[in-house]
């Protein structure tokens, strides 16, 4: 059988203060809070580790500046790509490919997801259609072929003896 025990609060002594002392409480009126920040906040005096050279090339409106009177994209990390789904058997792995084609999709560049309706759906049948591979290499999706080159040999050419 498990007992109680009753603390014994008659010998502890409450805990007061000084007499004439009263605790500061802070609220949005009674004390500066620039001052407070400053005392409290975090400066930091340290040479900063940014490299300032890359700048101009990593700020968005020089990238769509750059983009708008060339036409050509940044190069990306890593190209669209064709995927073989044969060995997705369970749910879980369809699901994983499935989210990993949407990250994908959403890690191009805005605009070419708004001409596809930032839906990978579309995307996917614009890809599908192989009218569109003009348009494809245009938006910078697809890479050209290399058109055929001939080649003429010796035989082809008339010589100035016969």
Known sequence: MVTSVKPDWSNSETPSLPLGKVPFLRSAYN???MQAS???GLACLDSSLTQQQFKE???I???VNRFLKTGVLPTPNTFPEYVD?????DYQSAMNLVRAADESFMRMDAKVRSRFNNSPQEFL???SNPEN???AIRLG???PHPSPVTQVTDEATPSKAE
């Open 57 to 59: 090339e990593a700020d």
């Open 31 to 33: 004390y500066d809070t």
């Open 85 to 89: 789904f044969e060995g997705v058997f």
């Open 133 to 135: 591979a003009q348009e």
């Open 61 to 63: 409106n020089t990238i």
């Open 125 to 127: 049948e614009f890809f």
């Open 141 to 143: 999706l697809a890479i």
């Open 38 to 40: 400053d005392e409290a």
